[in-house]
């Protein structure tokens, strides 16, 4: 008896296309608009050594000297209170309610590679993500789909108190904890950390790119030309999962600029791919 197996082209076939639609959403084709109610930021000075293997092909560790000669790299933790997201080009009544995300990231550059021929050669710096988190299942899903990052959900709000704006988030993890005291108003650096002035501390405010690895280079996500630069802020940090666990846990890690940015217009354009494999 003869036995006649079915076909696995059409199994093949399915496979590529769905790996290629992936591919194509991880590469953030659409620009998005919304609109920030809250916006914190804060960076932390790591040996480079910590993070030295975390950089993909075509990306560099951002890193800082300070005056004693040692070299830092950086960590930046960014949570965003947004409302109305939509793509670009749709009323903000048809955009989604709010939605709290968290992104642990660090600081890299890159080459500009595409682009008007005047831009290329021009070294890009951007936050390449390592974890992310939102509030609400279809956020995640999305965070999911477009990000080669892990993601996952979280409960957090800002909750403004007086002159100040406080923030707690618990996530489903653990990992994504984080909770602070922000006095909007103050600029003061860190105490402890390897900065020495909010001057200095400006350059690791978050830059306007995001960097997402892809099997042809690097995709960047840049925000919007008219978002405005956030401020330096004091904080009163309490906790922050994320650099107690994995490579972080017992690493020297100085929290060293904080940033606000609230109630304003917000988004970022589609993404870019910058190849660095294969031809332009």
């Given at each position: ?46 040996p480079p050594a ?202 020297d890690a100085r ?26």
């Amino acid at each position: 008896m003869v036995v006649v197996h079915p076909p696995t082209w059409p199994l093949r076939t399915a496979a590529r296309l769905l790996g290629r639609g992936l591919n194509r959403l991880q590469r953030a084709p659409l620009a998005v608009d919304a609109h920030l109610r809250h916006a914190l930021a804060l960076s932390w000075a790591v040996p480079p050594a910590t993070v030295a293997d975390l950089p993909d092909p075509g990306l560099a560790l951002d890193t800082h000297t300070g005056a004693d000669g040692r070299e830092w790299a950086f960590l930046a933790a960014t949570v965003l209170e947004l409302t109305d997201v939509r793509p670009h080009g749709v009323p903000p009544a048809l955009g989604s309610g709010s939605t709290v995300l968290l992104t642990w990231s660090v600081f890299c550059t890159t080459t500009a590679r595409s682009g008007p021929r005047t831009a290329r050669g021009r070294v890009l710096r951007g936050l390449r993500p390592l974890a992310g988190w939102s509030s609400g299942w279809a956020s995640v899903l999305g965070g999911q789909l477009t990000s080669r990052a892990p993601h996952g959900r979280l409960d957090g709000r800002f909750s403004p108190v007086g002159q100040q704006l406080q923030l707690d988030v618990r996530s489903g993890d653990g990992a994504g904890d984080l909770a602070l005291t922000a006095h909007p108003g103050e600029e003061r650096v860190p105490a402890g950390g390897v900065l020495p002035d909010a001057r200095t501390a400006r350059r690791f405010a978050p830059p306007p790119n995001r960097f997402s690895p892809d099997p042809d280079g690097v995709v960047v996500v840049t925000t919007r030309p008219d978002v405005p630069q956030p401020a330096p802020v004091a904080v009163d940090l309490r906790r922050a999962a994320f650099l107690e666990r994995g490579r972080f846990a017992g690493a020297d890690a100085r929290l060293s600029a904080a940033f606000v940015l609230q109630d304003v217009d917000y988004g970022w354009r589609a993404g870019e791919l910058h190849r660095t494999r294969g031809g332009d």
